[in-house]
Every structure is written in C-alpha cells, then in structure tokens.
C-alpha cells in the first residue's frame, strides 16, 4: 500500500501492461485527484522524463532530452503533499547511479517502487514491433538469434533488450536502491485482464473499478505480420534519409499510429508468429528468473503476497498454444491435471478438473512455494483431498480448502485424486 505522502514509482518493463495502467491513470485524473492522488502532466506517461533522468540517448541521432523535463516533474513532486503516481517503463532502464539518483530527487522517505512482470515468451513479438517501430530493420528470426546470443553482451540489432528484460536484476537494482520492503511485483496474469487494475487499486487503496481500460485512449494493438513487414521494408529504404526525430514524428507517431486506430487486420491476416525454438528458450530462461526471484525471498515481497496459479485443464501432455499461454501467464508455479484412479474408501474415480484458484503464498526457492495462508481451489464436482504436482505433495486439511502444501513444479504433469470429505 503506498503510504501517505509517498511516491509510487511505476517502472515497467516495457510491454507487461505499462500503457493500460497509465491509461487507466490518466484517464482516472479527476477521480484521483478527489482521492488526494496526483498523476502529473496531461500525457499517457513520463517517458520523456524518464528518458531525460536515465539520459538515455535516442534513436540514431544519439539525442538526449532536455533534464528540464525531469527537473520540473520533480519540483511538482515537491509541491505536492499528497500521494504521487509516476509511470514510465523507460524506469527499468536506470543503472544503479540513475536509480540512486532518481530516488534522491524524489525524496528517499516517500518513493516505493513497483515492478510489473509478464513472461518472457509472450514479451518476444511485442518487443521485436517496437524496435521496427523505431525505425530498426532486422527480420524477427535473425533478431530472436541476436537476443539469445546477446544476454552477456551488447548487441547493435537489441542494444537494450536484456538491460530491460533481465527481470531479477530490474529487481535488484531499485530494491538495492529503495530497501525491498519498498518494492512490490506485481505479476500480469493475461487470463485475468482486470487484476493488473484490481492490483493498482490495492496499493492505492482505491474502490474496486476506479481505474479501467481507457477505451478513449490509442490503441496499442499489435501489428499484423504484414503490417510489420510493410514497416520494416519502408525502414530499409528511408531509415538513413531520414533523422530519428523525423522519423518519431512522422513515422512513430504518425503514420504507424494512424495504422493502428485506423485500421482492423482481417480474420485471416496473420500474426507474427514466434518459432518453437524461441519459445523453448524464453521458457528455460524464464526458469531461471523464477529462481533467482525466488531466491530473493522476502526481498521482492509480491503484492498482498499472493501469486496466480492456473491450472491447465485436459491440457496434459503436448501443451496447446492457448493453454500454455493462460498456465505461463501467472509467471510462477502451474500445475496441469490428469486422470488418478484412487480405489481407497470414499474416493470417486475420474478427472480431478481444477479450474483455478488463487493461493497466498510466498517463493521459498527455485519453482516453490509454501503458505502464508488458506488457499481455496475449485473442482469440477467432488472436492480435491490431496494431489501431488511434480513431486510436490498438496493435502486437504477440511472440506473445499486446501491448507497446508508445497509445490515443486518443473513441467511434468500433476497426478491428483478427488475424495468427498
């Protein structure tokens, strides 16, 4: 919960959410201002803030922002002694000195930090558009190559990819920064689009449905495969007749935009696609982030402490695209369900079909989890006794409730039994 007079600071990464929160905050202005929470400027975000703080340099002309744009967001900052929301994923970018900086500007007592976190594999596709949207002209398979060979060095074709998507040292870097009891996570489960609003509102203590889509707002569809390849062909040809502020003006948010609120691809037009090899990869990589987060314990405290487990039904086996893309999206601990015959008294053969429930947990290392307290999950019929996921035991201590369990998933199918108790 962001305390009175504090500063949240919304760090990213890109692509986990970042414009529909900072839409829904943008448009919820009013609203938070009753609330005696200020979200400043008129824009969408505070990217160009947070480009002037980190001094980042843009685009091919290698230009720097004006530190007037960070300067005057921090004296409104100042002047306000009520609760501050300041988002921009172009925060995840800041080296520890930036960071250090940044939070001193702000004002050490009042800035909490929060991270939001999406799976690896569902960021690849969307982060190969947006260096296309900027004028870069690398193929998608030889740019997923750059990005699995680069992750201990630069690379020209995906210069800030890992500085951005090395999800634990994000982490580390602000919570070095600001004490970990300052930083909250808070994971973005796309099966669930209203729990990344429902989380905002919690740290705010907002009611339930004040901050929503912004229907009003641009839209930040992704781009068809065609579309895509039609930018990156019109890159080739202009990118070096061009400056990178021309190109931002009248490409960026010109005609790319206009493409995307101007125009619905039709059914059939196709997706960019991201090969198996890739997806086996991010996964591995994914793993090892869980991990390391993991390892960190208390360090990155989750938000109300509670971690998003869905699990995958009928989806044992061969995992389908949809299915695995729903189980990944909790970014954590997921489980599939099978088919266990129990013969002993008072169980009922068949599936155990669990749909999905929410336990309150805390990591305790890698791809585990234990209790911080009661975790309820929901059976097709009958009520789930005991299972065992991946080696991991999960018991039932009453009816409908399960109450003490540890889970140690690392892929392999969940064998559970249903018994009316």
Same mark, same amino acid.
């Given at each position: 919960?962001?305390?009175?007079?504090?500063?949240?600071?919304?760090?990213?990464?890109?692509?986990?959410?970042?414009?529909?929160?900072?839409?829904?905050?943008?448009?919820?202005?009013?609203? !938070?201002?009753?609330?005696?929470?200020?979200?400043?400027?008129?824009? !969408?975000?505070?990217?160009?803030?947070?480009?002037?703080?980190?001094?980042?340099?843009?685009?091919?002309?290698?230009?720097?922002?004006?530190?007037?744009?960070?300067?005057?967001?921090?004296?409104?900052?100042?002047?306000?002694?009520?609760?501050?929301?300041?988002?921009?994923?172009?925060?995840?970018?800041?080296?520890?000195?930036?960071?250090?900086?940044?939070?001193?500007?702000?004002?050490?007592?009042?800035?909490?930090?929060?991270?939001?976190?999406?799976?690896?594999?569902?960021? !690849?596709?969307?982060?190969?558009?947006?260096?296309?949207?900027?004028?870069?002209?690398?193929?998608?398979?030889?740019?997923?190559?750059?990005?699995?060979?680069?992750?201990?060095?630069?690379?020209?074709?995906?210069?800030?990819?890992?500085?951005?998507?090395?999800?634990?040292?994000?982490?580390?870097?602000?919570?070095?920064?600001?004490?970990?009891?300052?930083?909250?996570?808070?994971?973005?489960?796309?099966?669930?689009?209203?729990?990344?609003?429902?989380?905002?509102?919690?740290?705010?203590?907002?009611?339930?449905?004040?901050?929503?889509?912004?229907?009003?707002?641009?839209?930040?569809?992704?781009?068809?495969?065609?579309?895509?390849?039609?930018?990156?062909?019109?890159?080739?040809?202009?990118?070096?007749?061009?400056?990178?502020?021309?190109?931002?003006?009248?490409?960026?948010?010109?005609?790319?935009?206009?493409?995307?609120?101007?125009?619905?691809?039709?059914?059939?037009?196709?997706?960019?696609?991201?090969?198996?090899?890739?997806?086996?990869?991010?996964?591995?990589?994914?793993?090892?982030?869980?991990?390391?987060?993991?390892?960190?314990?208390?360090?990155?405290?989750?938000?109300?402490?509670?971690?998003?487990?869905?699990?995958?039904?009928?989806?044992?086996?061969?995992?389908?695209?949809?299915?695995?893309?729903?189980?990944?999206?909790?970014?954590?601990?997921?489980?599939?369900?099978?088919?266990?015959?129990?013969?002993?008294?008072?169980?009922?053969?068949?599936?155990?079909?669990?749909?999905?429930?929410?336990?309150?947990?805390?990591?305790?290392?890698?791809?585990?989890?234990?209790?911080?307290?009661?975790?309820?999950?929901?059976?097709?019929?009958?009520?789930?006794?005991?299972?065992?996921?991946?080696?991991?035991?999960?018991?039932?201590?009453?009816?409908?409730?399960?109450?003490?369990?540890?889970?140690?998933?690392?892929?392999?199918?969940?064998?559970?039994?249903?018994?009316?108790?």
């Amino acid at each position: 919960v962001l305390r009175d007079g504090g500063v949240l600071l919304h760090v990213g990464p890109h692509k986990t959410g970042t414009t529909a929160i900072q839409g829904a905050l943008a448009a919820a202005r009013p609203l !938070l201002k009753r609330e005696r929470i200020l979200y400043p400027g008129r824009r !969408l975000e505070h990217n160009r803030q947070a480009a002037a703080a980190i001094q980042r340099s843009l685009g091919w002309d290698r230009r720097r922002l004006d530190m007037a744009y960070w300067d005057t967001l921090v004296a409104q900052t100042a002047r306000y002694s009520g609760r501050v929301v300041i988002s921009s994923e172009d925060f995840c970018e800041a080296d520890p000195e930036s960071a250090a900086r940044i939070v001193h500007d702000l004002g050490p007592d009042r800035v909490q930090v929060a991270v939001t976190l999406r799976p690896l594999e569902k960021l !690849l596709p969307s982060n190969w558009q947006q260096y296309i949207k900027s004028g870069y002209r690398i193929r998608y398979d030889h740019w997923l190559e750059n990005v699995f060979e680069s992750r201990d060095k630069a690379s020209a074709a995906t210069p800030s990819f890992w500085v951005r998507n090395d999800h634990p040292a994000v982490i580390r870097r602000w919570s070095e920064v600001i004490g970990p009891e300052n930083l909250v996570v808070v994971v973005v489960d796309s099966a669930e689009p209203r729990s990344l609003f429902d989380s905002f509102e919690d740290i705010l203590q907002l009611p339930r449905n004040s901050l929503n889509a912004d229907e009003s707002g641009p839209s930040n569809r992704s781009l068809s495969a065609y579309e895509v390849e039609l930018l990156r062909q019109f890159n080739r040809r202009v990118r070096n007749k061009i400056t990178h502020t021309d190109y931002y003006r009248f490409v960026k948010r010109g005609a790319v935009r206009s493409l995307v609120e101007g125009r619905t691809p039709g059914p059939h037009e196709p997706k960019v696609i991201t090969p198996g090899w890739a997806i086996e990869r991010a996964r591995m990589i994914s793993k090892e982030h869980i991990a390391e987060i993991g390892a960190m314990g208390d360090r990155a405290r989750r938000h109300g402490n509670s971690m998003a487990v869905s699990a995958v039904v009928g989806a044992c086996g061969p995992r389908s695209p949809d299915a695995a893309g729903s189980a990944s999206a909790a970014y954590g601990a997921t489980f599939c369900v099978q088919p266990n015959h129990d013969s002993s008294p008072g169980a009922e053969n068949g599936t155990a079909a669990i749909r999905s429930g929410t336990t309150n947990t805390r990591r305790v290392g890698p791809l585990a989890t234990e209790p911080t307290g009661p975790t309820a999950l929901t059976a097709s019929s009958g009520t789930v006794a005991s299972a065992t996921a991946c080696g991991g035991n999960v018991t039932a201590t009453k009816a409908g409730r399960l109450d003490s369990f540890r889970i140690s998933c690392d892929g392999r199918p969940a064998r559970v039994s249903r018994t009316r108790l």
